[in-house]
């Protein structure tokens, strides 16, 4: 079982930090500094939790380290955390959209 987490978080990880990427690509001239500046720093802590998941996850399927509760809260809250960021940005684009008038 736990072994599946592992292998799930090692398919995951790349897959969250190609979308990170391809977020970043999109740029919207309409953004204000403060909300770039939080964007950035989102980026930033989610590469870092996806960075410790993926090592985690790394060294848990290679048998350099073993399967702990401690390394299943670490992975798990690794990657909770940078969806959640990844969802944040999401919902601050979605925000910043300019709203048509209602009719």
Do not use: H
């Not at 599946?4 to 919207?28: C, H, K, M, S, W």
């Not at 702990?68 to 798990?76: A, D, K, M, P």
């Amino acid at each position: 079982m736990n072994s599946l987490l592992y292998e799930g978080a090692l398919q995951v990880v790349p897959l969250l930090l190609i979308a990170l990427f391809l977020d970043r690509r999109i740029t919207n001239d309409a953004t204000t500094e403060r909300s770039r500046r939080l964007q950035r720093w989102s980026s930033k802590f989610s590469l870092v939790l996806n960075a410790v998941a993926f090592l985690v996850s790394l060294f848990i399927v290679a048998g350099v380290i073993s399967a702990s509760s401690l390394t299943v809260s670490v992975v798990i809250s690794a990657v909770a955390g940078s969806i959640g960021l990844l969802c944040g940005q999401i919902w601050q684009r979605i925000d910043e959209e300019p709203r048509a008038p209602l009719r």
